[in-house]
């Protein structure tokens, strides 16, 4: 059974910067895409960002192009965001999950909270 554990979240000011973290078990994780999502409440989920599982160039949002890293290390089955210059706006629960076609199975999440 597929899992996700998400960490990293905190709370931050404007511009500052963060690396979410999501170690997933479960699944042949060196062959699955992968891919960050974020929550606000009373919205679905959104995606943020893919990685692909082979040599491929990954897709970013427009609200977070520029800014987003996502990454992977497939040696310890862990994703990665990195999150630069953070607006008030990216305020959310971030998820990780397998790409575009997620599991019905979540984690917990971890909460981002951007705020002066």
């Known amino acids: 059974q597929v899992e996700f554990v998400e960490s990293g979240g905190a709370l931050v000011q404007p511009g500052e910067s963060l690396r979410l973290s999501c170690v997933v078990t479960?699944?042949?994780?060196?062959?699955?895409?992968m891919a960050w999502y974020r929550q606000t409440p009373g919205k679905r989920r959104w995606l943020v960002a893919t990685?692909?599982?082979?040599?491929?160039?990954?897709f970013y949002s427009e609200s977070v192009k520029g800014r987003f890293t996502i990454s992977r290390d497939n040696a310890k089955n862990t994703v990665y965001l990195q999150m630069n210059n953070l607006k008030i706006e990216d305020t959310a629960v971030y998820y990780c999950?397998?790409?575009?076609?997620?599991?019905?199975?979540w984690g917990q999440g971890t909460q981002v909270t951007v705020s002066s």
């Open positions: 999950n397998t790409g575009t076609r997620p599991r019905d199975s």
């Open positions: 990685a692909p599982s082979g040599n491929l160039t990954g």
């Open positions: 479960g699944i042949p994780f060196s062959l699955s895409p």
